[in-house]
């Protein structure tokens, strides 16, 4: 779909660094202290490594106290400082995680989406972009990895100052690890890349067989589904294990190769000991500084494999970040519709129609004749001009939180009691013992159906947008209840334009325009006028006449 052509350029460096200068933009002192800071934590640490030699030295020779006190500071500084460089890596990763997912959403929400399945960008949005594959490299990781660079410097030049003979030997594992690391390193790529793919996969059949779990009952499809799940699990396990497999044996590289430069040590050193050519005290320091080096090789071998993984991820991120906007025309006060070309269906209009501010627009037509469609274009302002629009779907979109939480959505401000009573939920509210604190389950399980459409209206009118758009919003309230409805509509709603599907007459009586669709085909045509209007077309008239 295009993925490769957009981010191919690109490579795994280079990916990083765009992505490290996003989230990092505007964090300069931050930055600085962070750097300054792990390099000092490091170097503190690589220097509390050599006390110890000068401890055995000097009490070999005299009083070692004033070297004991020596090392107690240094390893209290390099302790506190630790702390504060650690709070501020907390604080950076959060901020890297709000930035990240900004930039995401923000492309998700204005770009065009089409050919991308709900189970790939579900995997997208949150395996890929969670602060583990993501922040934790980008601040904890780097700053980690600068931190043990800083140690294994002091400590390798220190050793070298030691007795260099001793260090080289210790060393020659070096040229071993570098080769195991160009051999696999592509390899752990690739297999995070086939484990995101696959979650992808599976979550994408997991979404479609719940969004049609009906025709699947009624087929008698279970048995095809579960082959289906078991075969789609198999591959995930499958690619899972394998990218286990590749990251232990990457981690491996640098978290226990060093420890064959420590048997180098313990055999060459003891060796030289036992011959006199090697001090006890220079033998000591050597392992110190290794062993020093050897925990830190953990920390840099987390941020290598967790880099790989992350450059998988910020791949397929970087695809959504790219993503070409959906054209938006200019808003536009008044409502202007017009033609619409949609895969499958083209509706027509005889010419463009501007509905003024604070109409009441009725649509109207059979199944299938793109009410919907012209409904969803409107809200998503896509080829048309329109202000911005309150969308309610047919199928309620609601979530496990509370009724007020429901109606808000994060907004703050005035009571949302205004939009209640215009709801016609106020009743309803009544009866409940909890009130507007009442949770509503998931998908809005503890509501009626009524009840959730008029949750949903309440949402639309607290949102206080000047377009309305209502897809066949009031058709599981009674008669009554829907005059009520768009009685207080009228009241409390003034100024404000709707546009409503419906399929009642008396609601169809109430706009100030109708707006009929007539399908034939892959084309459906747009007649429009008053009710009184339309009800002289015979077709019309035989419907809601």
Known sequence: MGEDQLVAPLSDRDLVLRWFRLCWR???LRMTWLIVGSSTVGLLQAAFGYLWKVVMDTAATGDASAAGRTMM??????SLLYIFVQGTRTWMNAHIQRVA???VYNAVLTGDLTGYRTGDLVTRLTDDLSEEKLAWFLCSGVFRAVEASMVVLCCGATMLWISPWLTMWCLLPLPVLALVHRLIGGRVTRTAQAVQEAISSLGTLVHDAFTGVRVIQSSALEPLAER??????????EAEVANTRMQQLFFAQFAYGWQLALAVLLVVGGLGIRAGTVAVSDFAALSGFLMTMVFQMFDFGA???????AAASLRRLQVLVDLPAVPRPPASPDLVLQGLSR???QIAFPEA??????????VTGAVGSGKSTLLQAIAERSSLQAPDAAWVPQEPALFSVAIEENI???RKGEAVDSAVRSACLAPDLARMPAGLATRVGERGVMLSGGQQQRLQLARALYSGRELLVLDDATSALDAETEASFWDGLRADAAGRTVVAVTHRAATLARADRVVWLVRAGERAVARTGTHAEMLEDAGYAGLYG
Do not use: M
């Open 26 to 28: 505007g964090q300069r």
């Open 73 to 78: 500071a240094v390893g209290l500084a390099q």
């Open 101 to 103: 997912r900004d930039a």
């Open 228 to 237: 289906g799940f078991a075969e789609l699990a198999r591959v995930q396990a």
């Open 303 to 309: 941020f290598v494999v967790r880099g790989r993984q």
């Open 343 to 345: 895969p499958f269906l």
């Open 353 to 362: 129609l501007t509905i003024p501010n604070g109409s009441f627009v009725a």
């Open 408 to 410: 808000r959505l994060g």
